[in-house]
Nanobody, 121 residues
């Protein structure tokens, strides 16, 4: 099994910053990519940012210039630095990883339990 554990959520005022972290553990042979998704109340889960093992990143338009994703391949961790936060950034943030558990197994997507981010004055 593979576990993803997020940390760093909380309440922050508009314009503030927050850093989310996620650590993967368990039976991990290879990580292909990791990322962060957000689910706002009443909305579908959407991609915030992703990074692959070559360091190639992708961002949703809403976070470009404000969010930075980084990863540590050796430690199976990923972080999301968020700045200039807005009320519309509020939601549950989920860590995501595409992982294979052996040299012969297909990659599978795993999810963390989610961490709440609330941007409010």
């Amino acid at each position: 099994q593979v576990q993803l554990v997020e940390s760093g959520g909380g309440l922050v005022q508009p314009g503030g910053s927050l850093r989310l972290s996620c650590a993967g553990s368990g039976s991990i042979f290879r990580v292909y990519a990791m990322g962060w998704y957000r689910q706002a109340p009443g909305k579908q889960r959407e991609l915030v940012a992703s990074i692959d093992t070559r360091g190639t990143t992708a961002y949703a338009d809403s976070g470009k210039g404000r969010f930075t994703i980084s990863g540590d391949n050796a430690k199976n961790t990923v972080a999301l630095q968020m700045s200039s936060l807005r009320s519309e950034d509020t939601g549950v943030y989920y860590c995501n990883a595409v992982v294979s558990q052996s040299s012969t197994s297909m990659p599978v997507m795993y999810w963390g339990q989610g961490t709440q981010v609330t941007v409010s004055s």
